[in-house]
């Protein structure tokens, strides 16, 4: 009995084996600890997949609703979340009815639902218990959290570079010459480089922009001589959407339903004119008139004419007599040629109104322009698959935008500024953005 009873005192205050239940705990701590780095990482990442989601299908409902169809952009949205995330191993990730059309506001940043709308959409794509998608944990499990509820959104709303408003904005080269005034707002970029000489002056808020900054062709004293330019100097690109939609503007801006179909076309009364010159009173005011020239493709509209309040749609070389003045109108030509559009001297696109709504007017063509001295530009635009050239002593100081495929050239002496107004019916290819 005293031997089993030494042995006993023995056993109990010996310490072997105690690190083997330290250990048992350690482990499980391990374990723990692990599992839930293992689980914190799998979440975080199928979180990210999922925002990765959300943000693709809001840019695609947006874009296609831009000229689509509310069903037509929930329709794009749902097939980039499947082809994003495909239902066979994600589910369900995106219903029609969390895809939302509203309007963003920029001071607030909120997002209100309004149907109809085509300026912002709200996107929330879910994999939750409710939809039997949510998920899975792995080693979690073992403490009771079987999987996790995930959600995420995107809010995209359009809006159009401060450029593509009022300024210069090529895809080649934009070449001015000196003694030019660019007042507060206005913008010069080219998608390839900008070319100045001597003696211009750029307001504080003015841009120039292209690309690479270093590739700007100015004299060697040309930041001395060109106030304001230094400060100006931005780098950047442009994907310039509105000369890819020049054909569609041209071929669709007649048809009744079109986006491109001003507002003052009341009348679905049409009138074509076959003539080598046409004046005011050739042209239906409120409709769109079709003029053809005929012979050699080119014509004139008579000097000092005002043409107001209509769409014409050509394929003529247009020549504008001298004084010729285009108020609250659109002209479309399918011409081709490097002049499809020309003038004399004392040329005026848009109603002088000081900035105020309406009177602006749109010059589209599938060629280039080529305007004389004095070209007078007042809350209006200049497209062109082309080259756009202008002379001496341009005014646009109350809203001008010109847009170009190719290059623009203008000369000296000319006065631009930046209206921020009254240029709502020039024709526009919206921009994407995500904004929340």
């Known amino acids: 009995m005293t031997i089993l009873k030494n042995h006993l005192t023995v056993f109990a205050q010996t310490e072997k084996g105690a ?9 499980a701590t391990m374990l723990f600890v692990g599992g839930y780095a293992i689980d914190v990482s799998n979440v975080m990442r199928e979180r990210t ?24 952009a929930k329709a794009a949205a749902l097939r980039i979340s499947k082809a994003n995330m495909p239902n ?45 998608n949510s998920t899975d944990t792995f080693l979690l499990k073992m403490v009771g959290i079987g999987a996790w509820d995930l959600t995420a959104k995107a809010t995209y709303t359009t809006y159009q570079p401060t450029c593509f408003k009022e300024g210069f904005v090529a895809r080649g080269v934009v070449d001015l010459q000196s ?34 900054l270093d590739d700007l062709d100015i004299p060697n004293s040309g930041f001395k001589t060109n106030v304001g330019l230094q400060t100006a100097l931005r780098a950047g690109s442009y994907n310039i959407r509105i000369v890819d939609r020049i054909d569609e503007i041209v ?92 003038s004399s001297s004392g040329f005026t696109l848009g109603l002088d109104d000081n900035c105020a709504a ?37 005014n646009g100081v109350e809203g001008a935008a010109m847009v170009s495929a190719g290059i623009i050239t203008g000369t000296s002496n000319m006065d631009m500024a930046f209206c ?17």
């Open 179 to 212: 003694n030019n005034n660019f007042s507060n707002g206005f913008c010069i970029h080219s998608n390839s480089y900008v070319s100045l000489n001597s003696n211009n002056t750029f307001e504080p808020g003015t841009v120039v922009s292209m690309p690479n």
């Open 49 to 72: 997949h999922l925002q990765i989601v959300a943000d693709s299908t809001g840019h695609a409902a947006l874009f296609k609703r831009e000229h689509g169809t509310i069903e037509d």
């Open 19 to 27: 690190m083997t239940t330290f250990g048992l705990f350690l482990i």
């Open 420 to 436: 921020g107004v009254g240029m709502d019916n020039n024709f526009k290819a919206e921009y994407f953005r995500l904004v929340n």
């Open 251 to 342: 071929a669709t801006v007649d048809d009744v339903g079109s986006i491109y179909r001003p507002a003052y076309i009341t009348s679905t009364v049409t009138k074509t004119i076959i003539a080598k010159t046409i004046a005011a009173a050739d042209l239906l005011p409120n409709k769109v008139n079709y003029w053809n020239c005929s012979g050699d493709g080119k014509g004139t509209i008579e000097t000092r004419a005002l043409i107001k309040d209509v769409v014409i749609v050509s394929n003529c070389e247009i020549k504008f007599g001298a004084g010729v003045k285009v108020e609250n109108a659109v002209i479309v030509t399918s011409n081709t040629s490097a002049r499809s559009f020309n």
């Open 88 to 132: 066979g191993h994600y589910g369900n990730v995106l219903d029609v009815t969390n895809v939302t059309f509203g309007n963003w506001d920029v001071d607030t940043r909120t997002f209100t639902a309004s149907a109809g709308s085509r300026s912002a959409v709200e996107v929330e794509v879910d994999r939750n218990s409710a939809n039997g």
């Open 358 to 394: 309406g009177g602006g007017s749109q010059l589209v063509t599938m060629g280039g322009m080529d305007f004389a001295s004095d070209l007078r530009i007042y809350g209006s635009q200049l497209l062109a698959l082309g080259d756009i050239q202008f002379a001496a002593a341009a």
